[in-house]
């Protein structure tokens, strides 16, 4: 058995360079930059209104049209993708990006995020304009049913490999590895044993899944916020700690972004390409622009308008990257932890707790939350692409299969689970990317005719 399972995690290895590899990565990154340009740049430069969208949308149905569409507010829609995205990849992630790659992995991360804003822009435009109601009376949408509804029926088989790769990946990152790194977590931090938080997170998923995305949404609208703000505070202060090396610390992200690195300390050096590959592989794993992920979310959005929904969407790659992956990355660098030796979370936590005190437990905090709250969103990103598969009769037994895998999670050994997980997330954003493609041109129409209506008012209003 385990020679077999030996060759399984080889073969996958092999895969899983390929599918997270240069290709792909530029595929990314391509896309993005071709959206950006057909978009005019229009994300970056509507940062302002999308924050204004953001904050009208947080209450239910407030100066809206009673026909409105949908089953969340915006915000809560905003917040239950980022509930998936802010997780373990922004605290432990950001460390091993730079561990890799030396500081100027940061300075790729945000470019990436800069693109990937006009890729998660079209994609919830795309969810909103082309997503259905089911036989519950609920909104779904995403990358197979913009596929389906938006593609000729030649291309319905990249739907289903979407939906297929969805619902397989979700069970590996979105739950069994959160629970794995919520129990490592608290046992190493506070010596909680493995299966006691398992049997607790067990619970709490199976209460919170059974009130559906009403409820993940309401659970995700004040634990996100709340957790992000503590997180960014804790950040803040160790910025604060080592205010006088900021200036130095931002002019060496940007000098080692363009030049290779020399080893120091336990620092084994980085050449260029190295910190250009580590930032965007972890950019995109963070901020999931381009998997396609978050769509599924924001076509649950209460809008009859995919543009206004698009604008809220994309700040969910501007804040997970660009404010909390910064603050982690910061930090660590301005500090000097980053040439200590240490990796992963294990390093951001050294590098908090070398601020404040009780740094390390504010990492662990913080990390326990976001991996919870991370699967409660895939919860219902694969909920949706089972039901894409077998219909609403399957989503009773994803949500008891859901749950018990929790406790499994927190207890197994998952080499083998997250290493087939994360190629199979990869594997997520091909269908989805072609389809972003081919439907561009309707993006581009959506957008320009929302803006041309919104000059024309603005230009009755001062006549007025």
Same mark, same amino acid.
């Given at each position: 058995?385990?020679?077999?399972?030996?060759?399984?995690?080889?073969?996958? +290895?092999?895969?899983?360079?390929? &599918?997270?590899?240069?290709?792909?990565?530029?595929?990314?990154?391509?896309?993005?930059?071709?959206?950006?340009? +057909?978009?005019?740049?229009?994300?970056?430069?509507?940062?302002?209104?999308?924050?204004?969208?953001?904050?009208?949308?947080? #209450?239910?149905?407030?100066?809206?049209?009673?026909?409105?569409?949908?089953?969340?507010?915006?915000?809560?829609?905003?917040?239950?993708?980022?509930? /998936? $995205? %802010?997780?373990?990849?922004?605290?432990?992630?950001?460390?091993? @990006?730079?561990?890799?790659? +030396?500081?100027?992995?940061?300075?790729?991360?945000?470019?990436? /995020?800069?693109?990937?804003?006009?890729?998660?822009?079209?994609?919830?435009?795309? @969810?909103?304009?082309?997503?259905?109601?089911?036989?519950?009376?609920?909104?779904?949408?995403?990358?197979? *049913?913009?596929?389906?509804?938006?593609?000729?029926?030649?291309?319905?088989?990249?739907?289903?490999?979407?939906?297929?790769?969805?619902?397989? $990946?979700?069970?590996?990152?979105?739950?069994?590895?959160? !629970?794995?790194?919520?129990?490592? %977590?608290?046992?190493?931090?506070?010596?909680?044993?493995?299966?006691?938080?398992?049997?607790?997170?067990?619970?709490?998923?199976? #209460?919170?899944?059974?009130?559906? =995305?009403?409820?993940?949404?309401?659970?995700?609208?004040?634990?996100?916020?709340?957790?992000? =703000?503590?997180?960014?505070?804790?950040?803040?202060?160790?910025?604060?700690?080592?205010?006088?090396?900021?200036?130095?610390?931002?002019?060496?992200?940007?000098?080692?972004?363009?030049?290779?690195?020399? !080893?120091?300390?336990?620092?084994?050096? @980085?050449? &260029?390409?190295? !910190?250009?590959?580590?930032?965007?592989?972890?950019?995109?794993?963070?901020?999931?622009?381009?998997?396609?992920?978050?769509? =599924?979310?924001?076509?649950?959005?209460?809008?009859?308008?995919?543009?206004?929904?698009?604008?809220?969407?994309?700040?969910?790659?501007?804040?997970?990257? %660009?404010?909390?992956?910064?603050?982690?990355?910061?930090?660590?660098?301005?500090?000097?932890?980053?040439?200590?030796?240490?990796?992963?979370?294990?390093? $951001?936590?050294?590098?908090?707790?070398? /601020?404040?005190?009780?740094?390390? *437990?504010?990492?662990?905090?913080?990390?326990?939350?976001? /991996?919870?709250?991370? %699967?409660?969103?895939?919860?219902?990103?694969?909920?949706?692409?089972?039901?894409?598969?077998?219909?609403?009769?399957?989503?009773?037994?994803?949500?008891?299969?859901?749950?018990?895998?929790?406790?499994?999670? !927190?207890?197994?050994?998952?080499?083998?689970?997250?290493?087939?997980?994360?190629?199979?997330? @990869?594997?997520?954003?091909?269908?989805?990317?072609?389809?972003? =493609?081919?439907?561009?041109?309707?993006?581009?129409?959506?957008?320009?005719?929302?803006?041309?209506?919104?000059?024309?008012?603005?230009?009755?209003?001062?006549?007025?």
């Amino acid at each position: 058995m385990e020679p077999l399972l030996e060759k399984l995690v080889s073969w996958t +290895g092999v895969v899983n360079g390929i &599918v997270w590899g240069t290709p792909m990565l530029v595929l990314i990154l391509g896309v993005g930059l071709f959206l950006s340009a +057909g978009l005019r740049f229009m994300p970056i430069l509507k940062l302002g209104k999308s924050f204004k969208l953001l904050w009208t949308g947080r #209450l239910s149905d407030k100066g809206q049209n009673m026909k409105v569409e949908g089953e969340i507010t915006p915000f809560n829609a905003l917040m239950t993708a980022l509930s /998936a $995205t %802010i997780g373990t990849s922004n605290i432990a992630g950001v460390a091993v @990006a730079i561990v890799i790659g +030396g500081p100027g992995a940061l300075f790729w991360m945000w470019c990436t /995020a800069l693109v990937g804003m006009a890729t998660k822009f079209a994609e919830a435009v795309l @969810a909103v304009k082309y997503r259905e109601v089911d036989d519950y009376g609920n909104h779904v949408g995403g990358p197979m *049913y913009y596929i389906k509804n938006g593609l000729s029926h030649k291309w319905a088989w990249l739907s289903t490999a979407f939906a297929l790769f969805g619902c397989v $990946t979700g069970f590996g990152i979105g739950n069994t590895v959160q !629970a794995h790194s919520v129990a490592d %977590i608290l046992s190493t931090n506070f010596s909680v044993p493995p299966w006691e938080t398992g049997v607790v997170m067990m619970v709490l998923v199976g #209460l919170v899944l059974m009130g559906g =995305i009403k409820r993940i949404s309401d659970v995700a609208g004040k634990l996100v916020p709340m957790m992000a =703000i503590f997180y960014i505070t804790a950040g803040l202060i160790v910025l604060v700690v080592y205010a006088a090396r900021v200036p130095a610390a931002l002019a060496l992200v940007i000098d080692s972004a363009f030049n290779p690195v020399a !080893a120091q300390g336990g620092f084994a050096g @980085a050449a &260029v390409w190295m !910190a250009i590959q580590s930032g965007v592989a972890r950019g995109v794993f963070s901020n999931e622009a381009g998997l396609g992920s978050a769509a =599924i979310a924001h076509a649950a959005a209460k809008t009859n308008n995919p543009v206004e929904q698009g604008l809220v969407a994309m700040l969910g790659t501007f804040i997970d990257t %660009i404010i909390v992956c910064s603050i982690t990355g910061l930090s660590i660098v301005v500090s000097g932890s980053w040439t200590s030796g240490e990796n992963g979370a294990t390093l $951001t936590s050294y590098t908090f707790s070398n /601020a404040m005190p009780m740094g390390n *437990y504010i990492v662990a905090m913080a990390l326990t939350i976001f /991996a919870f709250t991370s %699967i409660l969103g895939w919860s219902f990103y694969s909920e949706k692409c089972v039901e894409y598969l077998f219909g609403v009769k399957a989503i009773k037994l994803f949500r008891l299969l859901w749950t018990l895998a929790v406790p499994l999670g !927190a207890v197994a050994s998952l080499k083998f689970i997250w290493l087939l997980a994360d190629t199979l997330n @990869a594997m997520m954003a091909i269908p989805n990317l072609i389809a972003l =493609i081919l439907l561009s041109p309707v993006v581009f129409e959506l957008t320009r005719k929302y803006f041309k209506k919104q000059k024309e008012q603005a230009a009755l209003e001062n006549l007025g």
